[in-house]
Structures are given as C-alpha cells and as structure tokens.
C-alpha cells in the first residue's frame, strides 16, 4: 500500500471516523478517502478537517488525476476543503445526511418542549424520542394512535414532523432532477410558512447546500453509503482487538 495509484479514480467518497481517544482523552477522529467505484482506500490519516488530506492532496496532484465527483456529508471542513483544492469537482451530498438533519431539527424541538412542560404535560412527551424519528411506514396501530396524540397537543412537532416524512417523500417519488428541484423548492415555501425556527433553519441549510443536495439525482442516486457500511467495517476491527497501539499497522488494516 506504499503507491496506491490515483491517476484513474473518478468518484471518491471523504468521511471522517471516531478511533477512541486521545491522550488528552479528547476524542480522537482519522478521515478515510475511497474510490467510490472500486471500493479501494485511498488514504488514511488522522484528524477531520482539511488538514487530514494534505498528504493525499499532493498525491493526487502527481498523479494528475482528475476527480470529477466527491460523495460526503455536509461537514463544513471537507466541503470547504474540496471548493478550494478541487474546483472543478461536483459535491454530492448524501440523502442519508439530509434526512439525519432534519431528525436533529426535530429531536431539538422535541428538547426544548419537553424543557418548557410542567410534570403532567412532560409524561405525554416522555420516551417518545424514537417514536417521532421512526418512518411513518414503519409505525404500527398503536404507535399511530401515540403520534396522533402528540400531534394533538404539540403543534411545533406535529409540524416539523409532517414536513420531515413529507422531505423523505420527495427522495423516494422524485425521478429526476426537476423533478426534485420543483418538490425541494415547494417544500422550502411551506416549510417557511410555518412557526418553526427549526425549520427555517433546515431551509437555510438546505439552501446552502442546493446543487450538492440535488447531485443525488443528477449521478444517478450518488451516496456515501458505502463509506458509512466502511466505517463500521472500521469500527468492528477495532473493537476486536480492543485498541491498535500500533498506529501505522492499523492504518495498513484499513487499507488491507
């Protein structure tokens, strides 16, 4: 794994990885690039940022290779990283990010109602975290008849909920990029309309973040699935052999 060549990879995945702690029992994180068509690692260094991929930056600008997508989340670093050293490469932000996001907005909101409820009102809201983040398709005849409940009472969350399953639609019927562009911009308008600073917020991100977001239609449902699935490859490693003191060797068992 000395010269891994890069001159013909095309789509990589970047996504940065929890291996424990530091010294300073700060947790510890390595970023791990792979060819998003081959399956092969590509680098393997520590930290999160942009700083993690200097190393690899200066091989791909030997190798001359051409990179013509990134598959990532919307972590500001990497996103950053890749506008300023790869201008030319298309970002594609991953459904699974867009939604995770959109269940923190929610799990907030959820937070912060609880923190204002006196006990009674509290004890409806109780345990109830995963039944608002669960799929609607997934619930059964009784967690219907719990969410309906809240709903009820909690109109913020009834709300941000309706636009969280109503933002899931959009990615299972939209068929292409249009049409997706015309559903996220309908779902922006509405989200806006309603009392929720949450939901204002996730416009804004969405907004923000708009041509990588809709590169999932445009390269044929692009995802970092598979850097997701690596990962805890990665993790299940580690927690086998509770911990590599070694830390060139565990990078050699990422590669390898």
């Known amino acids: 794994f000395a010269h891994i060549p890069l001159k013909k990879v095309k789509v990589i995945g970047i996504d940065e990885i929890a291996i424990g702690r530091t010294g300073g029992r700060r947790p510890a994180y390595w970023t791990i690039v792979r060819d998003l068509e081959s399956g092969a690692v590509l680098c393997v260094d520590k930290g999160k940022d942009g700083d993690s991929l200097h190393g690899f930056l200066k091989r791909l600008r030997r190798s001359k290779a051409k990179i013509e997508l990134v598959a990532m989340d919307m972590g500001k670093s990497f996103v950053a990283w890749v506008k300023e050293n790869l201008p030319d490469t298309q970002i594609v932000f991953d ?69 969280k399953e109503a933002l899931r639609s959009i990615y299972r019927t939209a068929m292409s990029v249009v049409e997706a562009e015309t559903a996220l911009r309908d779902w922006c308008k509405k989200a806006l309309l309603l009392q929720s600073v949450s939901l204002h917020k996730m416009v804004k991100s969405i907004v923000a973040h708009w041509e990588g977001i809709l590169g999932y239609w445009k390269y ?35 590669f390898d």
């Open 95 to 163: 459904h699974f990010h867009v939604i995770k996001m959109m269940n923190e907005k929610l799990d907030a909101v959820r937070r912060k109602t609880m923190a204002r409820l006196d006990d009674d009102e509290r004890r409806i809201l109780k345990n109830k975290r995963f039944l608002l983040l669960q799929n609607q398709e997934d619930l059964n005849e009784n967690a219907v008849k719990e969410l309906e409940e809240l709903k009820t009472h909690f109109k913020e969350l009834a709300d941000i909920y309706m636009m």
């Open 220 to 254: 044929d449902g692009l995802t970092s699935a598979g850097m997701e699935g690596f990962n805890n490859k990665v993790r299940t490693l580690i927690r086998q052999a509770y911990g590599y003191r070694d830390e060139e060797y565990m990078k050699l068992k990422i």
